[in-house]
């Protein structure tokens, strides 16, 4: 059974980097692009970007200009870091699997989410 | 890259059935037959219940159906129960990009 487990700091200040990790249990860490969802509270999901095993990279356009993602293979996890947060970043955080096979795109599993609080 | 566009709302009594559509454009709908459907319980992290259009995972109840066709998409539930009350949100593949609906919020009557 795969489980996505996350962890990273839940409150920050305006200015900081935002870090958050993922380990992958269960299951083959390549194959797959590992990604992040946010969602901001009472609004909707945003993706935010994703890496796969070989580091290769795919990102919002919106936030690019600020978005690192990195994996560790050898842990079976990949993280997250958003430079200059402010309040507009303040969200629950997910990772999430989606498989990368040719003419197929589903999130299939999830972590528990992260809230990360960033006050004005 | 634009949000999916979705119902805010939507609701149904129970047994019956509801649809829940979703627009998109040329860029990600209409381009990638791959849009998939996700259920969201209040403080739970989402759940995948429709892929590639029409399929559902393991475990899905068969009163969850899905279908596209153009910029179009449709998540379906059929005989409505209680806990399908919830949050759904529809996805596709953009071009090296992923765009998420507003979300619509479902109430059983």
């Known amino acids: 059974q795969v489980q996505l487990q996350q962890w990273g700091a839940g409150l920050l200040k305006p200015s900081e980097t935002l870090s958050l990790t993922c380990a992958v249990y269960?299951?083959?860490?390549?194959?797959?692009?590992w990604s992040w969802i946010r969602q901001p509270p009472g609004k909707g999901l945003e993706w935010i970007g994703e890496?796969?095993?070989?580091?290769?990279?795919n990102y919002n356009p919106s936030l690019k200009s600020r978005i690192t993602t990195s994996v560790d293979v050898s842990r079976n996890q990949f993280s997250l870091k958003l430079t200059s947060v402010t309040a507009a970043d303040t969200a629950v955080y997910y990772c999430?699997?989606?498989?990368?096979?040719?003419?197929?795109?589903?999130?299939?599993?999830w972590g528990q989410g992260t809230l990360v609080t960033v006050p004005s | 890259q634009s949000a999916l566009t979705q119902p805010a709302s939507v609701s149904g009594s129970p047994g019956q059935s509801i649809t829940i559509s979703c627009t998109g454009t040329?860029?990600?709908?209409?381009?990638?037959?791959?849009v998939s459907w996700y259920q969201q319980h209040p403080g739970k992290a989402p759940k995948l219940m429709i892929y590639?259009?029409?399929k559902r995972p393991s475990g899905v109840s068969d009163r969850f159906s899905g279908s596209q066709s153009g910029n179009t998409a449709s998540l379906t539930i059929s005989g409505l129960q209680a806990e399908d009350e919830a949050d759904y949100y529809c996805c596709s593949y953009a071009g090296s990009s992923t765009s998420f609906g507003g979300g619509t919020k479902l109430t059983v009557l």
């Open positions: 999430a699997r989606r498989p990368s096979y040719e003419n197929s795109h589903k999130f299939d599993y």
């Open positions: 590639e259009g029409s």
């Open positions: 269960g299951g083959s860490f390549s194959g797959y692009y």
């Open positions: 890496i796969d095993h070989s580091g290769s990279t």
């Open positions: 040329s860029s990600d709908l209409g381009s990638y037959n791959v």
